[in-house]
Structures are given as structure tokens and as C-alpha cells.
């Protein structure tokens, strides 16, 4: 895996996961794993974190696991070394690309605009992420910016669900979502993973 195109055809969801304990993230990737899914986006939105990266990095190779929510050099930096194959910004600074661009990985730099698309762009960038989706216009935004920028490709994330997911999926620009709700908080926290298994097979098939 080498670019953020090689990111977007993982899976056509990219499973956005928020832990409060790393002890969780190895039982969620493998329910994940179990359902079709290949590929997990980790989030840095709570200190368990980088160790839930380097427990499932370490101990369920059958998925590809990144860092989400990447929003300054140095978590780039902390990410890879915690064995991340990809990282996810929600928006992109120069200063960020710079960074998440020095750490060798593939990563997916967040936009909202047509201007923002157009300056990563400029970078040789053409997958990005599209953050928030639903807010920022959703599927017919997306539509509408495939029009003057049809080489970019997106993963729109921010209010896709297993309803509005196939609209999305059926752009040319699309090719994955972004879902939080493959691992809903409750099951979690209730070790419920064969819900999140069953789910995982649900959004698995999407495509």
C-alpha cells in the first residue's frame, strides 16, 4: 500500500473507531475482521489511542490499521511509530501535510471546500478525505465538485450511515465512506462484539 487511492479501495467502509480503552480494540478488530471488513481507522480523540494502534498493529495483521483524527505533527509522527499503515486528517494545514507527507505513510488529508480540494490538489494529492460529508452538502456536493476536479477521489466521513452509504458509493469520486456506526459506543462498552460483527457484515456488502 503505497498511496491514499490504495486506502480508499480497502474496504467500502473505513470503520471510524473511537476507544476509551485500548483493552478493546483487539475483540473490535477482530469482530470487524469476522464480518469482511479490512481496514480500521483508529482515532486519536482519547489517550488510548496509540496503544489501541500498536495492539492491533501487532495482533490482527488480517486488517490494515490507521490513525484518524491526525490533526498535528507530531501525532503523525507518534502514529507511525505506533504502527499505523495510514493516517486520516480532518482538515489539512500546510504545515500538517508537510508532516503527514514526511512520514512516508498513505494518508487521506480532510477537505470541506472546493478551494481546500484544490490546494491539496496542487500538492500532487488526489484522495482526500471529505469531512464533514452530510454537513459540508453531502452526496450532492460530491456530485458537483466531480464536475471541474474529476481525477480527486474521496472518502466522505461526517453523518454517513448504512442508509445514505450506497448514494455515496455510487459516486466516481467515491470510493469509501467513512462509518461510526459499524461500532456503536453501547456494544463496546458492552463487549457486544457480535453486533459490531454483524454490522461489520452488513456495510461489508455494500459493494
Given at each position: 500500500?503505497?498511496t491514499?487511492h490504495d486506502?480508499l479501495?480497502l474496504?467500502?467502509v473505513?470503520p471510524?473507531?473511537?476507544v476509551?480503552?485500548?483493552a ?13 471488513i479490512?481496514?480500521i481507522?483508529l ?13 492491533v ?9 490507521g ?17 499505523s ?10 504545515r ?9 505513510l498513505?494518508?487521506l488529508?480532510?477537505v470541506?471546500?472546493?478551494s481546500?480540494?484544490?490546494r491539496v490538489?496542487e ?26 476536479l ?9 453523518g ?5 452509504a450506497?448514494t ?15 461500532t ?11 453486533r ?6 452488513e456495510?461489508a456488502?455494500l459493494?
Open positions: 500500500m503505497k491514499g486506502v479501495e474496504s467500502p473505513l471510524v473507531v473511537v476509551d480503552d485500548a478493546d480494540a483487539v475483540p473490535l478488530a477482530k469482530a470487524l475482521v469476522a464480518g469482511g479490512r481496514a481507522e482515532t486519536l480523540r482519547t489517550p488510548a489511542g496509540l496503544a489501541a494502534i500498536e495492539r498493529a501487532a495482533e490482527v495483521p488480517e486488517i490494515v490499521v490513525a484518524g483524527t491526525v490533526v498535528t505533527p507530531e501525532q503523525a509522527r507518534q502514529a507511525a511509530d505506533a504502527g499503515a495510514f493516517l486520516v486528517t480532518p482538515g489539512c494545514t500546510d500538517l501535510l508537510e508532516a503527514v507527507s514526511g512520514t512516508g498513505p494518508f488529508p480532510g470541506s471546500t472546493v481546500e480540494a484544490m490538489a500538492h500532487g494529492i488526489t484522495a482526500l478525505k471529505f469531512f464533514p460529508a452530510e454537513a459540508s452538502g453531502g452526496a450532492a456536493y460530491l456530485k458537483a465538485l466531480g464536475g471541474p474529476p481525477q480527486l477521489r474521496f472518502c466522505p466521513t461526517g454517513v450511515t448504512v442508509q445514505n450506497p455515496y458509493l455510487a459516486l466516481s469520486t467515491v470510493g469509501c465512506v467513512g462509518g461510526t456506526w459499524l456503536p459506543k453501547d456494544a463496546v462498552a458492552a463487549g457486544d462484539f457480535g459490531i460483527e454483524q454490522l461489520a457484515r456495510a456488502a459493494r
